[in-house]
């Protein structure tokens, strides 16, 4: 919608002009943010901020208020918020990767266990039908015998 994109623009004319129709309360010293003072504004929480109270320096200061809005300027605490989030995503797809190898070494298991269950059948093959064959043959000599003896 245009609107939104209005309103951030109109934002940012502000914070460039540094003029506030009503009085902005910086968020860290809760003094009134005049139009005469260095101040930005938070691009997540529309919150105040004199720069000095942020440590931002004049330059920095001076090189956001010349940018547009593709460059964002976060306070000390939603940076913070940033970082323990940015933290915990690299926790998560280290986590990921984790079980990605071990995901990959079940298979690799399985696909071992499938080539063991294949020569398991194959040999069992080979027994019984050497057992059966033995049986057999035993079978064939006795009866060869007793037919020995009978005679
Ligand atoms: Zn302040
Ligand atoms: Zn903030």
Not at 119 to 146: Q, W
Request: hydrophobic share 30%.
């Amino acid at each position: 919608m245009a609107a939104k994109n209005n309103c951030k623009k109109a934002r940012r004319e502000k914070q460039r002009q540094n003029m506030s129709d009503s009085e902005e309360i910086c968020e860290d010293c809760n003094k009134e943010v005049s139009p005469d003072d260095k101040a930005l504004v938070c691009s997540l929480r529309d919150n105040w901020f004199h720069i000095k109270c942020q440590r931002v320096s004049v330059a920095d200061y001076d090189f956001l208020i010349k940018s547009d809005d593709s460059i964002q300027w976060f306070c000390k605490s939603c940076k913070g918020a940033s970082q323990k989030v940015y933290k915990m995503l690299t926790l998560v797809h280290k986590r990921q990767d984790q079980l990605k190898s071990e995901i990959k070494n079940l298979s690799k298991n399985v696909q071992d266990c499938n080539g063991n269950i294949t020569d398991l059948k194959a040999n069992l093959h080979s027994v019984v039908s050497g057992t059966v064959k033995n049986i057999l043959d035993e079978r064939h000599e006795e009866s060869v015998r007793e037919q020995f003896d009978l005679l």
